[in-house]
């Protein structure tokens, strides 16, 4: 062990190439699971915050909001099921955004909604809205009016709300009236009468088992598919895509970190092979080498993830709000644990090589 | 006690269909005193003996005993335990931890056993050092020293844990003469003022009237 880390003291310069190597990829890691983090929070919270378990569709619509009507003689039918406690209407316009002091339009979604989404106050009166917070960053202040749509149709904001944003446009929240209107302008074709929503979200009766519901709300309609919160989630257009694109590129990249080890250790093993002879010939034994190994593995892992997180948190820094990065916690714990795993499965390439070298070896007999 | 005894000690290699016979029916006793000379002609076994009683290699037939252990069938495990408390190497080519300094690669096997006070430690190997004139060599690195130098500290890492066998293998073989002589002689003294046992393996029979006695091996057989 004092070995171990005296050698990489002394020799620091023979280890430098591979810590930058690991810690560049420790970088590229986090910037991937911030920018997947980031779409996916950007893109699904306005459905993550919903506090119903069921939302209903019309079949039509194909599981998309914005092309989804729900009547409200439907959702008569739907209220009327064994199970539904209560309903509650929700729609969405997406439009740009046009904020005081500032020459660019905004992506704003504007949610009509009635209540029942989590972090999100009860829906404010008409011509007011609740601001997803990451609007602040395009320039939106709380009292500021935001003209939105083509017609340019005023909302005073009143108050910030949290992770609420959909298919990364931000959120701003209003009564369902305030919404038909914008639709009706924003996208005449696709305006709604009174009453009329685009998704009933579905809160069910407790004990009751959620997908026996959705299953006897569609037979009861006829003409709705109604599916769980993280089933919509992950219906939005592009998620599951994205996700498997991300997952795949970051399975990768731990790859190439455990090659990169795996081969650092296994030349650095290769070299210093008389010298393992020299020092098993001396009493050392295996397990004290691979030891040494292993702490050797370790250490070049976390001076690389330390170096890559504060490389990783200054880009964070510098990358304009715009860009979707999210770096959590999680996410970095995520990294964490990948970069030592696929270290220590790269160092243990070298385990066998060392077991066998014959400490006979030093002393020159048979080579 | 002697220090090492071999009893028909027979070591061969496969080779092929037969085997070649490095070591034939060795018989040897080394009292715990006595420096032994190795001659004799090169592939004749002087290195095969020598890492058998050193508990490098196994022997094929016969008893290895060793201050009084008989480790003919110890395991690999305990042999690597017997290495580090009971015998002292001073291989051919020297072979320091090139990251460790002149007072540390001493001190080396002491660290593996991880036991001891560290500062006693130190003191002993600075001690070894003074006496082998390295005392102002303690902290440098094998690159910055000379050859003559680094077979010093090859043989104040084999003196630390005070062997009760000490092994030497050609020490003096990439030293000129003059070099050569001063490395053995040092190695005799040393050896000497402890009065342990050493076995000399050298094909320069000019190095032999350092020793107590002297065996000369041809082709595996020890000539009495
Ligand atoms: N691992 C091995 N496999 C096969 N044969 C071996 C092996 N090690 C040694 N030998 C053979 O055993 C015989 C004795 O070898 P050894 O190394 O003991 O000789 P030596 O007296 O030390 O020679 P030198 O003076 O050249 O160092 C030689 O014929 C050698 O070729
Ligand atoms: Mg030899």
Redesign the interface.
């Known amino acids: 062990m004092r070995l171990a880390l005296r050698e990489l003291r002394r020799s620091r310069r023979r280890f430098v190439p591979t810590t930058v190597a690991l810690a560049l990829l420790v970088v590229l890691l986090l910037m991937l699971g911030g920018l997947l983090d980031g779409l996916y929070i950007g893109s699904t919270g306005a459905l993550r915050s919903q506090d119903d378990e069921l939302v209903a569709f019309d079949r039509a619509a194909r599981e998309s909001t914005l092309r989804s009507r729900v009547e409200p003689a439907t959702r008569a039918e739907i209220e009327a099921v064994p199970g539904v406690r209560s309903t509650s209407g929700f729609g969405i316009a997406l439009v740009g955004a046009d904020v005081p002091r500032t020459d660019e339009l905004a992506d704003a979604a504007v949610m009509g909604y009635e209540g029942r989404v989590g972090g999100v106050p009860a829906p404010p009166a008409p011509g007011r809205a609740w601001a997803d917070r990451s609007l602040e960053a395009r320039g939106v202040r709380i009292g500021d009016v935001v003209r939105v749509g083509p017609t340019r149709i005023p909302l005073r904001v009143i108050g910030w709300v949290d992770d609420t944003n959909y298919l990364q446009q931000g959120g701003l929240w209003v009564e369902p009236g305030t919404w038909r209107t914008v639709l009706a302008e924003s996208r005449p074709g696709a305006a709604v009468g009174d009453d009329v929503f685009q998704n009933v979200w579905i809160d069910v009766a407790s004990g009751a088992d959620p997908l026996r519901v959705a299953a006897a709300i569609d037979a009861a309609t006829g003409t709705t598919r109604t599916i769980t919160r993280a089933e919509a989630v992950l219906a939005l257009p592009g998620i599951r895509e994205q996700n498997a694109t991300f997952t795949q590129i970051i399975g990768v990249t731990f790859l190439v970190a455990g090659l990169v080890v795996a081969l650092f250790f296994a030349l650095l093993t290769l070299e210093r092979t008389p010298m393992l002879g020299v020092l098993k010939a001396l009493g050392a034994s295996s397990r004290q080498l691979v030891g040494a190994l292993m702490t050797q593995t370790v250490a070049v892992t976390v001076v690389a993830f330390v170096v890559g997180g504060v490389v990783a948190l200054g880009l964070d820094r510098l990358i304009p709000p715009e860009v979707p990065l999210v770096v959590t916690p999680g996410r970095a714990l995520f990294v964490a644990v990948g970069i030592f795993v696929a270290a220590v499965i790269g160092g243990a390439v070298s385990l066998r090589r060392i077991i066998r070298i014959d400490p006979a070896s030093a002393i020159g007999t048979g080579t | 006690m002697p220090a090492l005894v071999l009893q028909n000690v027979r070591k061969t ?1 496969p080779s092929g269909d037969s085997e070649i016979v490095a070591l034939d029916r060795a018989n040897l006793e080394v009292p715990d005193d006595q420096i032994l000379a190795l001659v004799g002609p090169s592939g004749s076994g002087k ?2 003996l ?2 058998i009683a ?1 508990g ?2 196994s022997a094929t037939e016969g008893h290895v005993v060793v201050g009084g252990h008989d480790i003919t069938e110890y395991s690999a ?1 305990q ?3 017997f ?3 009971e015998v002292g ?1 001073v ?3 020297v ?1 320091l ?4 300094t002149a007072r ?1 690669n001493v001190m ?2 002491t ?3 991880g036991r001891g006070n560290e500062k006693a430690t130190r003191a002993r190997a600075d001690q070894l050092l003074e006496e082998l004139g390295l005392a102002h060599r303690a902290e440098n ?1 094998p690159a910055q020293l000379s050859g003559g130098e680094r077979q010093r500290v090859a043989i104040g ?1 084999a003196l630390m844990n005070e062997p009760k066998l000490i092994l030497v ?1 050609e020490p003096t073989s990439a030293l000129d003469t003059s070099l050569g002589n001063q490395v053995m002689a040092l190695i005799v003294g040393e050896v000497k003022q402890r009065s342990t046992a050493a076995i000399i393996v050298t094909h320069d029979t000019r190095m032999t009237h350092y020793a107590d006695r002297t065996v000369e091996i041809t082709d595996g057989i020890l000539a009495a």
């Open positions: 290699y290195t095969t020598l890492s050193g490098l290699l495990k042999l690597t335990e290495r580090r408390a190497f291989f051919q080519t072979n931890v090139p990251f460790l540390e080396v096997a660290e593996l056993a690195l890492r293998d």
